[in-house]
């Protein structure tokens, strides 16, 4: 596979998670770990039944189980701390904050072998990051210092996702398929976490139903065996920097449902990050072209 394609095939997991917000507005009123627990338990099960048809069960057992362990550290981790974190602080400061996983992916990468970071690539990451800044902190009430405590955790949301993401790309011998166990292993967890934590409610109509069935099949199922081939094979610079362009989508999405309303503040943000994300892929293309005399 080359890396233009499996780059394209990371991309459609951004187009994946723009459905989350959408579809999580009809699961409601199924708490967070509840719906995580039902979700990823959706997604890893269809993905096992891939792996039984494809190639077996004997490639899972070839893997080394600390890829299982950094694996469901960074599908359950991401999720915990980003639940956690709307618990303890305003959602739009949070979510701006948790945002910041983007460009840590393009800083981070730099450390990887083969890889290094390009001034377009930090330059597209900041006016990215500031087009998905406008969407996430629209109607922000400013800072709190009792939030604090949220703030951390929406941080290490951030670095938990990045992290999760160009160690990835270290394991690029590890098959995709290994993404199923992955997301088994964050049902599972999730089920401890919610009875700890939240009260249980199910759907009320065949539409929350089919928002559970949709989050499982895509945003939290299909999306991140995607990613996986997008980091291990793609360029994950310009994965991360393209992926600032799911706040936009997600937006986009609601906007179509009726949810909410077209803003300026839309316009702006998709322009910027648009330009982010086309400054990045010109900074990659340029480096190709080089290295390739």
């Known amino acids: 596979m080359s890396r233009p394609t499996a780059t394209l095939i990371g991309f459609g997991a951004v187009l994946l998670w723009s459905l989350l917000a959408l579809l999580t507005v009809g699961s409601a009123p199924v708490p967070p770990f509840q719906l995580n627990a039902l979700c990823f338990g959706i997604g890893g099960v269809i993905g096992l039944i891939w792996v039984a048809a494809t190639g077996g069960f004997g490639v899972l057992r070839r893997v080394p189980l600390r890829v299982y362990l950094i694996g469901t550290a960074g ?9 956690s974190a709307l618990r ?42 500031a087009g998905a800044a406008l969407i996430v902190a629209t109607g922000a009430s400013g800072f709190s210092a009792q939030a604090l405590p949220g703030y951390g955790l929406a941080f ?3 670095l938990t996702w990045a ?3 160009v160690i990835s790309r270290s394991f690029g011998a590890v098959p995709t398929a290994s993404v199923a166990v992955f997301c088994i292993a964050t049902a599972i967890l999730s089920v401890p976490a919610h009875l700890a934590l939240e009260q249980t409610n199910w759907p009320q109509t065949s539409l929350g139903w089919l928002s559970i069935l949709g989050l499982g099949l895509g945003p939290v199922g299909l999306a991140f065996f995607v990613w996986d081939i997008g980091v291990k094979r793609g360029d994950i610079q310009l994965l991360g920097v393209a992926s600032y362009a799911a706040p936009v989508l997600s937006t986009l999405a609601l906007i179509a449902a009726g949810i909410a309303k ?25 480096a190709d072209r080089l290295s390739s005399g």
Request: charged share 5%.
């Open 88 to 129: 303890l602080a305003p959602a739009a400061e949070a979510g701006l904050i948790a945002y910041l996983w983007p460009l840590f992916i393009v800083l981070m990468s730099g450390l990887l072998p083969g890889e290094r970071i390009l001034p377009g690539h930090l330059i597209g990451g900041m006016i990215a990051f």
């Open 262 to 286: 077209p803003t300026l503040t839309l316009v702006l943000a998709a322009c910027a990050i648009t330009g982010g994300a086309a400054l990045a892929a010109w900074a990659s293309a340029r």
């Open 75 to 83: 599908l359950f981790g991401y999720h915990f701390l980003y639940f």
């Open 156 to 158: 290490l949301c951030a």
């Open 163 to 165: 992290s999760y993401s």
